[in-house]
Structure formats: C-alpha cells, structure tokens
C-alpha cells in the first residue's frame, strides 16, 4: 500500500475555528497571520477535500496522513485555546475522505494525556509535535505524558518543524523559513532523540519530516566531538519531503534503506522527482517501510 506520511489540508471545521480567532494564528479569508511572521495566502484548491483525494488516486497513494502543521504554533497556545483547535482538527479531519487519515495535535502547555488517548481511540494515526518542543533541554521531560500514551498504544510520533518566529523576517526570502530555522529544529530534535529519547521510550516509533533536516548526516561530527556511534534505531524513521535522490541516498548510506519513508509536505513544498534509488528501494520507502510505522493503522486498510 503506497504511503505518504506528511501532507497538510484543513478541513471546514478547523478553517473555520482558525477564522473565529482574533489574533494569531488565524485566518481572515484565505489569508494565514502567524505570530512575529509575515502573512501567508493560502490557496482554496489545496485545501478541498475531493481534488486532493483525485490527486492522491492519481499519484497511486492509498493511504495519505495528514497534520494540521506544527508551524502555526497552535500547540503552544492558552491550554483552552489550544484544545479548541485541536478538538476542531480532528472533527474536521476524521471526517475527511479515503485516503486520508489524522495525525492528532495537542497543546503543550498543560499537555493532556486522556484528550491524546481519545483521539487515537477515535482514529488518529498518532500525534504530530513541533520539533523545537522536542529540541528543548526540558522537551521529552514536557512531551513524556503524551510520549507514553503513544507508546502503551503502538501509535507513532511525527517530528515537524514548529513556528520560524521573528527568523521569518519579511526581508527574508520566502524559502528563508522552510531552508534555515526549519531545518535546525529538525536537525536539534533529532540529537535531542538521539541523546535519551530512544532510551526513555524503548518501543515508540518516532518518523522525522524532511530526513530530520539531515541531522543523520553529522553523525561523524558527533563522535569527533566525544559521541559514541550507535546501533541503527529500527523504530526511528525519517521521511523525505522536500527532499531528492542525492539528499535520500546520503541518508540511507547512514541509517540504511529501512528507516526512510514517503513524505510530501504537499501543498507547501513542491514534489520533488521520484528519487532515482530503483524501483525495491521506491518500494520499500513507498510501502514497506512507511507500513511498519504505521502498522497499528495499515492493518485497518484493506490492501
């Protein structure tokens, strides 16, 4: 079954909670206003359910996961804000058509443990945080209560880059965000993992967006520095969005074809060619590998 693990479509429910707000992130239309960024437009055709359904059939993906995206920061909002977003998420996307499922979303602020475990009991593939949550120094002692429902639950964690904040300035090309401060969080919440999170939750099966902005890559920097190579960590996964085949075959030199999984990021990032790996390798990111991160769930889809 063709996977891809990292799209973003809002549905009506939680388009319309983001345009009852009064201040950001909200909507005023079409246009996105985040906190210290510059305002995005948002296209209406890449947040209709049916066109995109059309696209994914096209495309030959069965099973498309789809996040509200960690970047608008909702999940550090007022716990009471947040929970309202949330709530609106997930109504909006469960309801969604085939090929889509969930990724949960919670605050963060007073994380809520129950609120996760009835949104995967309802259907949420697993719950996406922001990378510089996890990258705190206090970040996987803030996410353990949700970390541990996830893991008692068999339900998989995905990394995504949170807000760029004031790094968005709007002197900033409009690349700036996805290519610096995106990309330092992945690549921080990767080693903040690395360094105890595999050690704290020895079965939780963790996907990091666009390759863990190639924090894999560094890892002979990091036993240059005094680190100790580990084992190749089967139960952490990295998917490629954004991402081609010279910067998916580096990564795979490190951490193995095994790990690596199918991501878009569709509709902000424009797909990238299908990695020129062969077709056992496409298959095995594509299909095999994405399955096994998911396999509470790919168990469910009829194949």
Known sequence: MP????????????LTALRERRSGPRLDGWDL?????????????????FARAARAAAAGEELVCVAPSAALGLDRLPPAQAEELAGAWLEGALALPPPFRAWAMVGIQEPDPA??????????????????????????????PLLDVLEAAGAPLLVHPGPAGGHD?????????????YVAQLHAAWWAWAAGGRDRFPELRVCFAA??????????????????????????FVETSSYGTQAVDAVIRVLGIDVVCHGSDHPYCAPSPAAA???????????????????????????
Not at 211 to 229: D, I, T, V, Y
């Open 115 to 144: 609120a996760l475990r009835a949104a995967l009991e309802r259907g949420a593939v697993g719950l996406e945080v922001a990378a510089d949550v996890l990258a705190a120094p206090d970040g996987l002692e803030r996410l353990a």
């Open 33 to 49: 206003h985040l906190p210290g960024e510059r305002t995005h437009a948002i296209d209406p055709a890449h947040h209709d359910p």
């Open 211 to 236: 390759l863990a902005g190639l924090g894999p890559l560094h890892g002979e920097r990091q036993r240059a520095r005094g680190g100790e190579r580990a084992a190749i960590d089967p139960l952490t």
């Open 277 to 303: 790996l062969g077709d056992a390798a496409l298959h095995a990111i594509r299909t095999t590998n994405p399955g096994r991160l998911l396999a509470r769930i790919t168990e469910e889809v009829p194949a």
């Open 169 to 181: 300035a709007p002197n900033r090309p409009d690349w700036w965000a996805p290519v610096v401060p």
């Open 3 to 14: 996977v891809d693990l990292h799209q973003h479509l809002w549905p009506e429910a939680f």
